[in-house]
């Protein structure tokens, strides 16, 4: 997701990955997923098989681990700040874990287009030798919702094509 926050200097937009419920939603979730293998698996140990009580324990632990691990991936955020004099882009989840500051006037964006129709493209910011790599996590639309808020700003965008792989799809 592509939002524009207020900045007093510049240009400041917060991505973030698209997610449908809240930690709580998926507690939730999880809890009446529980509540209906506990009612089965009590029903098949009375009438003797018992072996199943495990099976549905495993079941519901790596359930609960992979909605902790897609909840937590789902709390990535960027903020990229363009103002007159440089691109300034943060990276975390709850708090800052990477930061860069890029003169505006010498980087630019490579936008690589998929391989595939169904991925998103790829975009970077570039300075010199330094590459980082711009809302990994975002879709197609919102992809290109922030080209064209980034070209409306007037950054310069480096279009590239893929290159020509040999594979199962192309």
């Given amino acids: 997701m ?6 007093p200097e510049g ?12 930690w709580r939603g998926n507690v ?3 809890l009446g997923l529980l509540t209906v293998s506990a009612v089965i698996a009590a029903g098949m140990a009375v009438a003797g098989a018992w072996v ?9 632990a790596a359930l609960a681990a ?6 937590r991936a789902c709390q990535r955020r960027e903020v990229l700040t363009v103002n007159d004099a440089d691109i300034h882009l943060e990276k975390g989840r709850t708090r800052k874990l990477a930061e860069w500051t890029l003169p505006r006037r010498y980087a630019r964006l490579r936008l690589s287009a998929p391989p595939h129709p169904f991925t998103p493209p790829k975009l970077e910011l570039i300075h010199r030798d330094i590459s980082v790599t711009l809302g990994t996590f975002l879709n197609i639309e919102d992809t290109e919702t922030l080209v064209q808020l980034l070209e409306a700003r007037g950054l310069a965008i ?3 094509e893929p290159d020509p792989e040999i594979g199962l799809w192309f």
Avoid: D, K, M, Q
Avoid at 11 to 22: A, E, G, K, W, Y
């Fill in 2 to 7: 592509v939002e524009h926050l207020t900045h």
């Fill in 11 to 22: 240009f400041r937009l917060l991505l973030t990955p698209n997610h449908s419920l809240s």
């Fill in 28 to 30: 939730r979730i999880w």
């Fill in 52 to 60: 199943i009580i495990p099976f549905a324990g495993l079941e519901l």
């Fill in 66 to 71: 992979g909605f902790y691990l897609t909840s």
């Fill in 158 to 160: 480096e279009r590239r």
